[in-house]
Nanobody, 125 residues
Framework: VQLQASGRGLVQPGGSLRLSCAASGFIFSSYWMYWVRQAPGKEREGIASIVCEDDRTEYVDSVKGRFTLSCDIAKNTVYLQMTDLKPEDTGVYYC???????????????????WGQGTLVTVSS
């Protein structure tokens, strides 16, 4: 099982960036797929989730209306489109999977079934 996150970058405030999470080794479309963000000095927080087989999504309030999840099931990939980025969006972004609804918010890494490496997003002028 592998989750491969990509799309790291340095973006100016107000800019956009798309992160990708490529999954392999499990049927990811039926899993809850999460993006977990660790901002500097803060705990890791699940900020968005999606179930690709029916496009159920959930977002924390701080990213609602700015971030959008989507899936390409043929490519086993989940995308996080981030727009109107703010400096407080800076952090390491991880993708993770769970076969049930953990819910967004703060969960320790061991509660997820699968966990990928992080990709760094820096929002700064």
């Amino acid at each position: 099982v592998q989750l491969q996150a990509s799309g790291r970058g340095l973006v100016q405030p107000g800019g956009s960036l798309r992160l990708s999470c490529a999954a392999s080794g499990f049927i990811f479309s039926s899993y809850w797929m999460y993006w977990v963000r660790q901002a500097p000095g803060k705990e890791r927080e699940g900020i968005a989730s999606i179930v690709c087989e029916d496009d159920r999504t959930e977002y924390v309030d701080s990213v609602k209306g700015r971030f959008t999840l989507s899936c390409d099931i043929a490519k086993n990939t989940v995308y996080l489109q981030m727009t109107d980025l703010k400096p407080e969006d800076t952090g390491v972004y991880y993708c993770a999977g769970h076969d049930n609804a953990l819910g967004i918010g703060i969960h320790p890494e061991y509660e997820y079934d699968y966990w990928g490496q992080g990709t760094l997003v820096t929002v700064s002028s």
